[in-house]
């Protein structure tokens, strides 16, 4: 059972920047698939970015070349760096995880792959 805790959002003015973790506190995230979603006031659920637990990454069009997500095995964590943040990236972020059990094929962007999540934290972006 992953326990999934999400921290390092906040607010920020556009073209800022904030780097988000998640932590497993339960148990190991290396052999996981971990992703990035978000929903935004009034928007739908949507995939932000995941990587595998083989180390390939995935992103959404709408944050490639801004948004960068990386795994530190030792600490445990999953991160998404967030650089030129535009308002439209104002959301509610969550760390999603698929189990280690699972098979290593996944559709990265859809919501029912992973059996795991955060609480979610909270990104503003505004001037």
């Known amino acids: 059972q992953l326990q999934l805790v999400e921290s390092g959002g906040g607010s920020v003015q556009p073209g800022g920047s904030l780097k988000l973790s998640c932590t497993a506190s339960?148990?190991?995230?290396?052999?996981?698939?971990v992703a990035w979603f978000r929903q935004g006031p009034g928007k739908e659920r949507e995939a932000v970015s995941s990587?595998?637990?083989?180390?390939?990454?995935y992103i959404a069009t709408t944050v490639m070349g801004r948004f960068t997500i990386s795994r530190d095995t030792v600490k445990n964590t999953v991160y998404l760096q967030m650089n030129n943040m535009r308002p439209e990236d104002t959301a509610v972020y969550y760390c999603?995880?698929?189990?280690?059990?699972?098979?290593?094929?996944?559709?990265?962007?859809?919501?029912?792959?992973?059996?795991?999540w955060g609480q979610g934290t909270q990104v503003t972006v505004s001037s």
């Open positions: 999603a995880a698929r189990g280690a059990e699972s098979s290593p094929r996944y559709l990265w962007g859809m919501a029912v792959e992973y059996d795991y």
């Open positions: 339960s148990s190991s995230l290396v052999n996981s698939d």
């Open positions: 990587i595998s637990r083989r180390g390939n990454t």
